[in-house]
């Protein structure tokens, strides 16, 4: 992806390695799992966008005035103007879940960016981290890893 993205693998998410190791060892295929886990979490970021939060729930910097005067519309919403970054994407492999936005802006938006670095920006960029798991994320993603689980006992 040529924003930025988040990764979710047994071994990047320590929480759910278990699980992870235990569905791989019965042999199921996780790629269902790692979709749903993706289908939820471009859903729970979306809903942090429109809320201006990050995942820890902290509100992303404000606007400035002069990014405030350029917008044509959405001028009350940070990171929403045209909605791009609602474009959020995800990937699942059997090992792996991959979300995150393709958009070039991403990166920018998500890691911020300075004048002196990039001399065609009109202004600062602050880091918003629009992209990320919070606390009730985590729960939900091994709530999900649960399911399968009990679904492959079923099986």
Do not use: C
């Not at 979709?35 to 429109?50: C, K, P, T, W």
């Not at 001028?75 to 994407?89: A, P, T, W």
């Not at 960029?125 to 990320?132: C, E, N, S, V, Y």
């Amino acid at each position: 992806m040529a924003g930025t993205h988040i990764t979710i693998s047994p071994q990047g998410f320590e929480q759910a390695t278990n699980l992870f190791q235990e569905l791989a060892k019965r042999g199921n295929n996780l790629e269902p799992a790692m979709a749903a886990i993706g289908e939820y979490l471009v859903g729970s970021n979306q809903d942090r966008i429109v809320a201006g939060v990050d995942d820890e729930g902290k509100a992303f910097t404000p606007l400035s005035k002069v990014t405030n005067e350029r917008k044509t519309k959405n001028k009350d919403k940070v990171l929403i103007e045209n909605g791009y970054l609602f474009n959020l994407v995800y990937q699942a492999t059997a090992d792996a879940m991959q979300m995150g936005t393709d958009r070039v802006q991403g990166a920018m938006l998500y890691y911020g960016g300075t004048r002196d670095k990039y001399p065609s920006l009109w202004g600062d960029i602050p880091a918003r981290h629009f992209i990320g798991i919070s606390p009730d994320d985590r729960d939900e993603v091994m709530a999900i890893i649960n399911d399968y689980l009990s679904d492959a006992e079923r099986a």
